[in-house]
């Protein structure tokens, strides 16, 4: 099959725009077809690709900015900087002609690098400066190719030595090389490779590109090419050169330390008679930055030996600047505010991803989908399995028994992996990379026996399907076209995403017949390799290689877990139980972009997993949510927002204990928080107690209430009345955002500043409602009717009811108090500051409770739950009283007084699992 790209050629004919009309774009395709090139793709198809391409959209970043030290200084000085025809011009053009990138996508990637840039300083000027910052992206969504734009640009700029920090392995520090080699230095650092070839010349370095930039690196894309002092003299460089000096390290203290000493003989003693190096201003890019840059030492002592190597190297330099990348940022906004440490006091950058990244989102939503249960925005492409805990058990130990088979589960992801890739090359997409990821332990004894397991399970497939095995070709039908016991085939995924909204992000979903794909299975699985990944294997994942492109199912634990990227991820198999929400979201290879195959993909893992990803989309979204909210708001800085998320409720579970060292007390406030109840005591006494405590409480507000179908509303109820309701209510002792001690406890302390003083108060009553119960409002007996709530099956018990969402609330309720004119309000600032087209359904809750809600007026919202419907698994007997919940909608404070919390105690009570010890530095080496 020819390697010709169309699209590069039909881009070429579109003469560079970033937007083209339909007539542009059908124009181009048939000048395109009129040089009869050998392709797969008819004239409809590549229109479509092309429309594609050019409709992929990508959301403005947003900025939290320390404005006192922000001093800008690119405009004046871009008239002397050659963008166009230096790193950057050449970097833009790889971007666009080889790698594919949409227009809108390059502009915005323009835009924010300019940004950066210009939150840090002019590297010709004779300063002393240091500015430190942090851009948050997505798992998998581009970051790399992201610093790779600022590298170009500070290069440009007059940056003399950059320092990327790339993951604690070999293998993704020799990745990340290999990038910058091809999109920034262009030449080949791996000299068996350079030699083998006989063209060191690569990506940016081709005679098409502009070759007037120079740039020399310290390390090379070897396994072993980290920083050596005696590689870096053996080059002859000159130190003071102009031109640029850049290393691509590993965050390992040999590497670092060896760099340090070779510029520690490169500085001279300055007027502070310390040794420092004043003309060369030093960039260092953190990747990852949330794992092993973090000093996790307690205050008193000594930081922890990369932390503290990182800072010394940005020490020497009287022109530093550091900015870490990551899409896990929780670690980070806990590091100690003082000048010295890496927290990023300077800006915070949050970018948006593509409109065609496939992330948390759309593989998991924010609640686990039901088999019978389909979703307009969520990709039914997750497969619960539980036939695992013969395989490997759940918490295995290193030495405990190996398994004798593989479960049927794995069998099937197996077979799935041949399936994708055999309709990949039926859609054309032959010299393409296919990764299937098995991430089942952490331990090499196991990754090794599991993978021979699989090579022989694979070797059997491929002579069955090599002699046309009628059992086994109708094993493989059946996996491609029927739908068994939860699983959905490729067929019922492929119609199901082509029936809804998420057909738009990919041109190429199609329904394809056994018979066409039948004659692809062979090529297909002939060409597929099986490895073990880590530390003592000797394999790596040498796509670069392999030209033609690698079809691998990679065993691993943790070298495949952060930073990595797995080339045409199709198929991932995954039972690694982390309970720390960073380490738990980097895991996650399959997020990413999936350009002709996204309906292929398949993730096959637990349900629990499953949940545990749910919870995390939306701990990320309400971060996210928090850091757009805060960027709109003039004047925030980076240190108000780490105080924001410090005192959010939901974050406290979200990074291992070390890693907050530095908030051991954390300080919570509820103020513009949206707070609900979402976990029960089945205790029939505490159920009882709540229940009349309520209803006494209700009897006692005045007569002046609202009544609307679903519920009874109250204005001006004195705090008291509320702070009364509240010590009348049994709860779950440590229930984490809601407990009503410590909104008690908020409450009194936000009274004294003349806040939180006139209540509203809804009793929501389920209209036509199974089962009801009898209040007296305004001294008239009334039906209250009882709500369903569904129990989450896994961390509710016979003690206690768990919410299946963690939300007792529906959206709308919270506005249940708002008159015509508020709601009107109210939706007109949410659709001001929507980011997504169309019009939102109901107001958005943050905006509300942030700028409409008087800081005096909170709202609480009573609701009464049906046991008899809500309980399912775990059932209380028939009779029962309904559980009492609540959630409390507060407004905005303008003094904001916290609550402690401790953080320790509260990780350990959530979670009752301590986080496992990855490899603290990597490959180790001297």
């Given at each position: ?519 692809h299975l062979n090529d297909a699985v002939q060409r597929i390799k099986v490895k073990a990944i880590h530390g003592g294997s000797g394999e790596a994942l040498d ?137 029960f005591k089945k205790d029939i006494s505490t159920i009882d107690n709540n229940l009349s405590n309520t209803q006494k409480f209700i009897s006692g507000l005045p ?132 980011k997504k087209e169309g019009e939102a359904m109901y107001p958005n809750g943050q905006i509300v409770r942030n700028e409409l809600r008087d800081p005096r007026r ?69």
């Amino acid at each position: 099959m020819s390697n010709i790209d169309p699209i590069k050629i039909i881009r070429q004919l579109l003469f560079g725009k970033s937007s083209v009309t339909v007539q542009e774009v059908e124009t181009a395709v048939d000048t395109f077809m009129k040089m009869n090139l050998p392709i797969p793709d008819s004239r409809e198809m590549l229109i479509r690709k092309v429309e594609e391409l050019f409709t992929i959209r990508q959301d403005e970043f947003r900025s939290i900015e320390k404005a006192d030290e922000n001093l800008p200084w690119l405009s004046e000085k871009r008239a002397k900087i050659d963008f166009a025809n230096g790193f950057w011009g050449n970097y833009k053009q790889h971007l666009e002609e080889e790698k594919n990138f949409a227009p809108d996508v390059i502009n915005k990637l323009d835009r924010l690098t300019d940004s950066i840039l210009d939150n840090l300083f002019d590297p010709t000027e004779k300063i002393k400066v240091n500015k430190k910052g942090l851009v948050v992206g997505q798992v998998q969504s581009g970051k790399t190719a992201n610093y790779t734009g600022l590298i170009c640009k500070a290069a440009d700029a007059g940056f003399g030595l950059i320092i990327v920090l790339a993951g604690i392995h070999n293998n993704l520090r020799s990745q990340t090389q290999l990038r910058i080699d091809e999109s920034f230095l262009g030449f080949d650092t791996k000299h068996k490779r350079a030699l083998i070839t006989k063209n060191i010349r690569i990506g940016v370095g081709q005679p098409s590109y502009s070759n007037k930039n120079v740039a020399h690196s310290l390390t090379s894309s070897e396994e072993n090419g980290d920083f050596k002092q005696a590689v870096a003299n053996s080059l002859g460089l000159n130190f003071d050169t102009s031109d640029t000096l850049i290393a691509v390290m590993k965050k390992n203290p040999s590497p670092l330390r060896h760099l340090y000493g070779w510029l520690s003989a490169n500085a001279k003693e300055d007027s502070d008679l310390r040794k420092a190096i004043r003309e060369k201003a030093i960039l260092v890019i953190d990747d990852e930055a949330d794992n092993a840059s973090i000093n996790t030492n307690k205050k008193e002592r000594e930081p922890t030996r990369i932390n503290g190597q990182i800072r010394d190297i940005l020490n020497l330099f009287n022109k530093s600047a550091y900015v870490g990348y990551t899409a896990t940022p929780f670690a980070n906004i806990f590091i100690p505010l003082d000048d010295q440490n890496l927290f990023p006091r300077n800006f915070i950058k949050n970018i948006p991803a593509p409109s065609n990244y496939i992330g948390p989102e759309k593989v998991f939503g924010f609640s686990p989908l039901e088999e019978d249960e389909a979703s307009n925005t969520v990709l039914p492409i997750v497969n619960r399995i539980n036939d695992y805990s013969g395989f490997v058990p759940d918490r295995h130990k290193k030495d405990d028994q190996l398994p004798s088979s593989l479960p049927e589960s794995l069998k099937r992801a197996i077979r799935c992996f041949i399936i994708t890739c055999a309709i990949r090359r039926l859609r054309g997409q032959t010299a393409v990379h296919n990764s299937m990821l098995i991430h089942v332990s952490r331990f090499q004894r196991w990754q090794d026996f599991i993978t021979d397991l699989i090579s022989n399970q694979l070797v059997d497939y491929r002579n069955r399907i090599d002699q046309n095995d009628k059992t086994t070709l109708e094993l493989f039908r059946n996996t491609f076209e029927t739908d068994l016991n939860g699983y959905k085939s490729y067929v019922s995924i492929s119609e199901q995403i082509l029936n809804s909204p998420l057909k738009e992000i990919d041109s190429q979903i199609t329904v394809h017949k056994w018979s066409d794909v039948l004659e692809h299975l062979n090529d297909a699985v002939q060409r597929i390799k099986v490895k073990a990944i880590h530390g003592g294997s000797g394999e790596a994942l040498d796509y670069y290689d392999h030209k033609d492109g690698l079809s691998v199912i990679a065993v691993g634990g943790n070298k495949l877990s952060r930073g990595l990227t797995l080339e045409g991820l199709s198929v991932s198999y995954y039972l690694r139980a982390s309970r720390m929400y960073d380490t738990l979201m980097q895991m996650g290879r399959w997020f990413g972009y999936r350009g002709g195959y996204v309906d292929l993909c398949r993730l096959f893992t637990s349900r629990e997993l499953n949940e545990w990803f749910c919870h995390i989309t939306q701990a990320s979204e309400e971060l996210r949510e928090e850091f757009d909210y805060m960027s709109d708001i003039a004047g925030s800085t980076p240190e108000q927002y780490a105080l924001r998320v410090r005192t959010h409720p939901g974050v406290l579970q979200i990074s291992a204990t070390n890693k907050m060292r530095s908030a051991t007390t954390v300080q919570i406030s509820w103020a513009g928080r949206l707070v609900e109840s979402y976990e029960f005591k089945k205790d029939i006494s505490t159920i009882d107690n709540n229940l009349s405590n309520t209803q006494k409480f209700i009897s006692g507000l005045p007569a002046n209430f609202v009544s609307k179908p679903n519920a009874f509303v109250w204005y001006d109820i004195p705090a008291e009345q509320v702070i009364n309701f509240f010590e009348g209510i049994q709860s779950v002792e440590n229930l984490k955002k809601a407990e009503p001690r410590k909104i008690i406890q908020f409450i009194t302390t936000q009274l004294r500043n003349g806040e939180l003083t006139d209540w509203r108060v809804a009793l929501m009553t389920k209209p036509n409602a199974k089962n009801t119960s009898y209040f007296v409002v305004s001294g008239n007996t009334v039906s209250i009717g009882q709500w369903k709530r569904t129990e989450d099956d896994k961390n509710s018990s016979e003690q206690l009811y768990y919410l299946r969402k963690s939300h007792i609330i529906s959206p709308s309720d919270e506005f249940i108090d708002f008159t015509d004119a508020e709601k009107s309000r109210a939706m007109e600032l949410t659709n001001l500051h929507r980011k997504k087209e169309g019009e939102a359904m109901y107001p958005n809750g943050q905006i509300v409770r942030n700028e409409l809600r008087d800081p005096r007026r909170p709202l609480l919202i009573i609701y009464l739950l049906d046991p008899e419907e809500s309980l399912e698994k775990y059932p209380l007997p028939k009779g029962t009283s309904p559980f009492v919940g609540y959630a409390i909608s507060f407004p905005k404070s303008n003094f904001n007084a916290p609550v402690s919390y401790a953080v320790n105690e509260e990780l350990l009570d959530r979670f009752d699992v301590v986080e496992e010890e990855f490899e603290e530095y990597g490959d180790d080496e001297d």
